[in-house]
């Protein structure tokens, strides 16, 4: 129901920045939450931001005060910005879409972006 693709990932040092985006499509306006996960090589998959469709914003601990997560309704795409990395959060990161058509309920996955905070 809803095509997400990742993009913005790649290599930086400690301390550094990136930003991640998603951009989403089909359909695009029954998504009633969206949220980037992420998950380290033997670890499970956490969330590490969420977004309501009404705005409203969380993050896991771990990433609060130094990564938000926004949207540009525009060109339906969601960005996660990241500032002050460090090597703990390395991992591939992914895009989530949840939403519903009717009374069917859908959760779609982007394809993953890796992110590695390395000297």
């Known amino acids: 129901q809803v095509h997400l693709v990742e993009s913005g990932g790649g290599l930086v040092q400690p301390g550094g920045s990136l930003r991640l985006s998603c951009e989403a499509s089909g359909s695009i306006f029954s998504i009633n939450v969206m949220g980037w996960y992420r998950q380290a090589p033997g670890k499970e998959r956490e969330l590490v931001a969420s977004i309501t469709s009404g705005g409203s914003t969380d993050y896991t601990d771990s990433v609060k005060g130094r990564f938000t997560i926004s949207r540009d309704n525009a060109e339906n795409t969601l960005y996660l910005q990241m500032n002050s990395l460090n090597p703990e959060d390395t991992a591939v990161y992914y895009c989530?879409?949840?939403?519903?058509?009717?009374?069917?309920?859908?959760?779609?996955w982007g394809q993953g972006t890796q992110v590695t905070v390395s000297s």
């Open positions: 989530n879409a949840e939403g519903r058509l009717g009374p069917v309920r859908y959760n779609s």
